[in-house]
């Protein structure tokens, strides 16, 4: 059984930061891509930044330059730095992953629960 936690959301004031963590445990072989998404309330879910297993990266235009995405693979861990928050930052966001658990399966995509991100103005 494969477990995706997020951590570090919660109500900060337009301008201000935040680090969000995705926690990876169980029985994990490997992990390759991780993603961020997060979904406002009335609005799609949208794709914020991935970091493949190799650390390459990509953003969301509308944060480039506010967030940054990392990972440390010794500890199943994948974070999101998120600077100068915005209101229109306010959303849910959820943590996703694919993870083989074993040498011989293939890769499956995994889901955290989400943390609530709110930025007020």
């Known amino acids: 059984q494969v477990q995706l936690v997020e951590s570090g959301g919660g109500l900060v004031q337009a301008g201000g930061s935040l680090r969000l963590s995705c926690a990876a445990s169980g029985r994990i072989f490997s992990i390759g891509a991780m993603d961020w998404y997060r979904r406002a309330p009335g609005k799609q879910r949208e794709l914020v930044a991935s970091?493949?297993?190799?650390?390459?990266?990509n953003y969301l235009d509308c944060v480039k330059g506010r967030f940054t995405i990392f990972r440390d693979n010794a500890k199943n861990t994948m974070y999101l730095q998120m600077n100068s928050l915005k209101p229109e930052d306010t959303a849910r966001y959820y943590c996703?992953?694919?993870?083989?658990?074993?040498?011989?399966?293939?890769?499956?995509?995994?889901w955290g629960q989400g943390t609530q991100v709110t930025v007020s103005s």
């Open positions: 970091i493949t297993s190799g650390g390459s990266t």
């Open positions: 996703n992953a694919d993870i083989r658990t074993t040498m011989w399966s293939a890769s499956n995509d995994y």
